[in-house]
């Protein structure tokens, strides 16, 4: 995932796991092809998280 968004491994040691984050977020939302519709999200429910 990190050659995906353009890290290189000198730069991951370079940076800390906050602004890995941050670029992730970035990346999912400029790569979003659903247009971020909410026909697809739904609110998670007591039994997602039991099943986790």
């Known amino acids: 995932?990190?050659?995906t968004m353009g890290f290189s491994i000198s730069e991951l040691r370079d940076i800390s796991i906050g602004q890995v984050l941050d670029q992730a977020v970035e990346y999912v939302k400029a790569h979003d092809t659903e247009g971020g519709s909410q026909k697809t999200k739904r609110p998670a429910?007591?039994?997602?998280?039991?099943?986790?």
Not at 45 to 52: L, V
């Open 1 to 3: 995932m990190a050659k």
């Open 45 to 52: 429910t007591q039994a997602d998280f039991d099943n986790f």
